[in-house]
């Protein structure tokens, strides 16, 4: 019932949201980390508004492996920047797909400018799905600041949904987006801004 009245908020008041991650290009798939264990690749960032994260993606687009689609399940999760899980799920291959990510209801999460966050999805070497390294340009959505940068497990991260304490200077280890739609009092704002200037117009 909550995510549907802030998806109604949003459309009634005819706000953005979205992909976080809109395109990208260049950059080298891999298909894990390490070959020691299952262990958490994504990214950090940070945003300029406040937000509500509704469902995360994983890459689906596997061109190692030669075929689209996802080929295993994957745990996916979201840290603050003490490494506290806020939300998790699975992605399974059978979720649906966004153009090149397969995504996950999760429970809602609010976003607020001033902390720093972390996203990322379990790779094993043995789940025949790859995530993109380093890509070269990232499109974000207008929320989302360009200030992203890569994580990955170190060796005691390892084993499963952990956070990834590793830190890389490329923009992402791209295997894991997600979803998003305005806070409800940021709809209601603006839809309430769209009334007033309809009724000017009158």
């Known amino acids: 019932m909550k995510k549907f ?21 260049g950059g080298s798939p891999f298909p894990a980390w390490s070959a020691d264990g299952p262990g958490v690749v994504g990214w950090r960032f940070d945003v300029n ?24 399940s994957h745990e996916v999760g979201l840290w603050d920047s003490a490494g506290n899980l806020l939300t998790s799920g699975v992605v399974s291959p059978g979720d649906i797909a966004i153009g090149e990510f397969t995504y996950t209801d999760v429970a809602d999460v609010v976003l607020n400018p001033g902390e720093r966050y972390t996203i990322g ?3 094993d070497i043995a789940d025949n799905d ?4 380093s890509p070269s340009s990232l499109s974000l959505a207008s929320e989302i600041n360009p200030t992203t940068n890569g994580v990955f497990p170190e060796v ?16 992402a280890r ?28 009158r």
Request: net charge negative; charged share 10%; with cysteine.
């Open 156 to 171: 005691g991260d390892l084993g499963g949904l952990n956070f990834p304490t590793g830190d890389s200077t490329n923009l």
């Open 130 to 133: 790859s995530y993109i390294s």
């Open 121 to 123: 999805a379990v790779y």
């Open 5 to 25: 009245a802030v998806i109604t908020c949003a459309l009634l008041a005819g706000t953005a949201g979205g992909q976080a991650v809109t395109g990208f290009s």
């Open 49 to 72: 508004t406040s937000i509500v994260l509704t469902d995360i993606g994983v890459w689906n687009n596997d061109a190692v492996f030669g075929f689209e689609g996802l080929s295993s």
């Open 174 to 201: 791209l295997g894991t987006n997600f979803l998003f739609v305005p806070t409800p009092s940021t709809a209601a704002l603006l839809g309430l801004g769209g009334l007033a200037a309809a009724r000017r117009r």
